[in-house]
Structures are given as structure tokens and as C-alpha cells.
């Protein structure tokens, strides 16, 4: 509090640009996660053994399970 006004409001900015920051491990590992599941799903599609669905069914099934949950 002892700061002149500009040098807290500089302050303030700085603190809250430090929470918006990336944490780069978490970032980094969440990155390769899934990196690594897009790269299973395709190897899935070519070999020919994913199911696809249309999205009027998943969008039903959604919509199903968020009524379900809401009860």
C-alpha cells in the first residue's frame, strides 16, 4: 500500500498475467496425451476397426445422459 497508485495498478497486472501464464510442464504433458490419442484414433480409422456414428445419435445419447443427470 505504501506504492504510488501506477505502481500497484503495474503490480496488479503483472500478478494477474502470472496466473494466466501456461504452466509448461502440465502443458507440455497434456499436449503429448493427446497428441498420442489422435495419433490412436487414426491408426484405428486405417486399419478399419472404428465405429462412427452419426451426430444426430450422439447428440440424442448426450442429450439423454444430461437429462439422466439432472434428475
Known sequence: MQLQRAERADLAKQLIASLDEP?????????????MEVERRIEKIDRGAAKFESWNVVRHRI?????????
Do not use: F, K, N, S
Open 23 to 35: 504452466d509448461q510442464a502440465t502443458d507440455g504433458d497434456v499436449e503429448t496425451a493427446w497428441r
Open 63 to 71: 442429450a439423454a445422459g444430461l437429462r439422466t443427470t439432472r434428475q
